[in-house]
């Protein structure tokens, strides 16, 4: 017998859960933040502002540049990380466990501090067109962690919180949830250590996606 369902919609980040690219915003953001003259960010602290909005999460990594040079920035590291996008691929095991959901009939959607061109991109240059019934972008909402884009995508499919999960490498994701009133699953394979996951409450945290594919197909 098949298991109920119980999430409707299942609402997953884009880089670091899905798309195999924190190295590469890491480096982006450290040479962005040099070209412009700034201090170098520790590893650490470039990968910490993943998943937020761009100009918040630069100025978030680097606090010694004024905010008359953030344009500038921003472009930077535009430059650094198209030049480097197509050296990055989907997480293995990714695609099959998208088929399974979509098998299921659950609503797939993205939620993501990346812009709306760049998904639109990504998801063209993957032949992903279809796949995600729906998809938020931090340049047409609010960024994370405010829960704007979730409450978007839930009114855009009439699903109630308690119906919903969200799946995410951060604690801007796991907070993201819980400002919604979700369900979230982390996972600790991206951007973040999963140290802070725990006051989040994550339904689970996966380490790979061969375990997070397993855990929604008991669960989601």
């Given at each position: 017998?098949?298991?109920?369902?119980?999430?409707?919609?299942?609402?997953?980040?884009?880089?670091?859960?899905?798309?195999?690219?924190?190295?590469?915003?890491?480096?982006?953001?450290?040479?962005?933040?040099?070209?412009?003259?700034?201090?170098?960010?520790?590893?650490?602290?470039?990968?910490?502002?993943?998943?937020?909005?761009?100009?918040?999460?630069?100025?978030?990594?680097?606090?010694?540049?004024?905010?008359?040079?953030?344009?500038?920035?921003?472009?930077?590291?535009?430059?650094?990380?198209?030049?480097?996008?197509?050296?990055?691929?989907?997480?293995?095991?990714?695609?099959?466990?998208?088929?399974?959901?979509?098998?299921?009939?659950?609503?797939?959607?993205?939620?993501?501090?990346?812009?709306?061109?760049?998904?639109d991109e990504v998801l063209a240059s993957r032949q992903l067109q279809g796949v995600f019934d729906g998809s938020r972008t931090a340049d047409e909402t609010a960024g994370k962690p405010h829960p704007r884009m979730l409450h978007e995508l839930m009114r855009e499919f009439g699903v109630e919180p308690q119906r919903t999960l969200m799946i995410g490498d951060t604690t801007h994701d796991l907070q993201m949830a819980?400002?919604?009133?979700?369900?979230?699953?982390?996972?600790?394979?991206?951007?973040?250590?999963?140290?802070?996951?725990?006051?989040?409450?994550?339904?689970?945290?996966?380490?790979?996606?061969?375990?997070?594919?397993?855990?929604?197909?008991?669960?989601?």
């Open positions: 017998m098949s298991r109920p369902r119980q999430f409707d919609l299942i609402c997953f980040d884009w880089d670091g859960t899905l798309f195999d690219s924190t190295a590469i915003i890491v480096r982006s953001i450290q040479q962005a933040v040099l070209d412009v003259g700034g201090a170098r960010p520790s590893d650490a602290a470039a990968a910490y502002v993943i998943g937020m909005a761009l100009v918040p999460a630069l100025a978030r990594a680097a606090p010694d540049v004024p905010a008359d040079k953030y344009p500038e920035l921003a472009a930077r590291y535009r430059h650094h990380y198209l030049a480097r996008q197509h050296d990055i691929s989907l997480f293995e095991g990714v695609l099959p466990m998208l088929a399974e959901l979509r098998a299921r009939h659950h609503w797939l959607s993205v939620a993501t501090g990346k812009s709306r061109r760049g998904l819980l400002n919604a009133g979700c369900a979230s699953v982390g996972v600790s394979y991206g951007a973040h250590a999963p140290d802070d996951f725990e006051a989040l409450r994550p339904r689970q945290v996966a380490h790979s996606v061969a375990e997070l594919h397993r855990w929604l197909s008991d669960n989601a």
